[in-house]
């Protein structure tokens, strides 16, 4: 059974004052199945959800597909062999008769061999990843699949597109090898935290940049031996991360792109995640996506053990100070979206924090792919229903910044969740009727399709 965690941290400028100032949290938990053996999780503050700011819809540019760079193998020089000279014999003189002088024999230089210069091997730096079971390149390509379906998705619904920064990269790299050291060695999972619990997390992890996101971003001295310094000037950062734990059957049948993907549609599945993926506050974005193989787990009932492989996709999306955010002529938008050719997840199992708070189990009870409508002012949404392709209904949940348990919606932000999960390779339609600070209302229709059934 593939089991996952996802989690989910905003910061804005402002909470992010309050938080150097030790004056609160803003980290938040995410979509998940079951958590891993006896895992120690901080008391997880609400995600502090950043003000919305009116989208209006963003001068649309199409992304900037991050430079491919190869990894930095360092030049590996040849040792450089001297030219081997012959010694130089010298022409033999016949000695001179009568007068019998001994051949004067020259002193035989030896030949001049150079001085063997030991091969400069530059000093090898530890790779900045775990022992990854997969080449880095293969990583890279993850990264750049999930950079494109996240941009792609976003553009086509009218969200704005995403530049990618460097800044962000490193961070985003930073955390989510911190948390692939500790799956290698340890059964806690620390999610957005790099808090001190044993021996390899904490600044005992080579990758440690601090357990707040905003020390992450803008790294002091005091960080792991392999860690990458940030300097991320922002006025908003974000952070979602999907960790999924999965049999080797499973790896062994899917390929890493296709593993990273389905970790971007779990994250687009679950509510706050959603919100925190697509919102036009966010105009850059890095990625980062790798996975280890766990230590082995005995099955006792069946005297064999089975090996786990757990991967972890980090998306670090902000927006730098004095950057606007992206507008819109639409006044409402929503995802999934008609435009969109891409199909989205049919059930989520889990998200931290819970979108219905302790009402619902949603690892015993799923819920189906959910519709998020964002306005540019306070919205009403009425007279909504969802419908599968064989035009019957669905039951809906309205879930609105008065019915929040996690006090985390804005009143510019709605969702209409299903209440059981979606059928697979299913088209859907969605409408209803939206009112925007008073306004007349307007009606939406709304349509999209599931992907295919996975293999778990």
Request: with cysteine; charged share 20%.
């Given at each position: ?10 910061l804005?400028l ?65 040792p ?19 007068k ?60 704005g ?30 999610g ?72 971007l ?100 009870e ?36 008065t ?7 804005k ?46």
């Amino acid at each position: 059974m593939k089991t996952s965690k996802s989690s989910l941290s905003i910061l804005s400028l402002a909470v992010s004052a309050l938080l150097l100032a030790g004056c609160g949290g803003g980290s938040g938990g995410g979509a998940s199945s079951t958590p891993v053996k006896n895992p120690v999780n901080p008391k997880q503050e609400q995600p502090s959800t950043p003000k919305q700011e009116q989208p209006s819809t963003p001068k649309q540019e199409q992304p900037s597909t991050p430079k491919q760079e190869q990894p930095s193998t360092p030049k590996q020089e040849q040792p450089s062999t001297p030219k081997q000279e012959q010694p130089s014999t010298p022409k033999q003189e016949q000695p001179s008769t009568p007068k019998q002088e001994q051949p004067s024999t020259p002193k035989q230089e030896q030949p001049s061999t150079p001085k063997q210069e030991q091969p400069s091997t530059p000093k090898q730096e530890q790779p900045s990843t775990p022992k990854q079971e997969q080449p880095s390149d293969i990583s890279k390509q993850a990264n750049l699949s999930v950079y494109n379906q996240l941009n792609l998705r976003r553009q086509a619904c009218g969200f704005g597109g995403l530049l990618p920064n460097q800044e962000l990269e490193k961070a985003a790299s930073n955390h989510a090898n911190y948390l692939l050291y500790m799956g290698q060695h340890s059964d806690v999972y620390q999610g957005h935290s790099e808090y001190k619990v044993d021996s390899y997390s904490g600044i005992d992890n080579p990758y440690y940049t601090g357990n707040q996101l905003s020390e992450r971003v803008q790294t002091g001295s005091n960080i792991g031996k392999k860690a990458l310094a940030v300097n991320y000037n922002y006025r908003q950062v974000g952070e979602d991360i999907s960790a999924f734990y999965i049999p080797h059957t499973y790896f062994e049948s899917q390929n890493d792109i296709n593993i990273a993907l389905d970790s971007l549609n779990g994250l687009l599945a679950a509510p706050y995640h959603l919100a925190s993926m697509v919102s036009p506050n966010f105009t850059e974005v890095g990625i980062s996506y790798g996975r280890i193989k766990r230590p082995g787990v005995k099955d006792y009932g069946h005297n064999f053990t089975f090996q786990i492989y757990q991967s972890v996709l980090e998306v670090m999306l902000g927006r730098a100070m004095g950057t606007p955010s992206h507008k819109s002529n639409s006044s409402v938008l929503n995802y999934p979206c008609s435009e969109m050719s891409y199909t989205t997840e049919y059930e989520l199992t889990n998200e931290s924090p819970n979108p219905f708070g302790d009402k619902r189990d949603l690892e015993k009870e799923p819920i189906g792919q959910p519709i998020y409508i964002l306005g540019n002012g306070s919205i009403r949404v009425s007279n909504y229903k969802m419908v599968d392709a064989a035009n019957q209904p669905l039951s809906l949940l309205k879930l609105t910044s008065t019915n929040d348990p996690q006090k985390i919606l804005k009143d510019n932000q709605v969702f209409l969740i299903p209440l059981k999960p979606l059928q697979p390779d299913q088209m859907y339609t969605v409408t209803y009727d939206v009112s925007v600070n008073g306004a007349k209302a307007t009606h939406k229709v709304v349509t999209f399709k599931t992907m295919p059934k996975k293999l778990m």
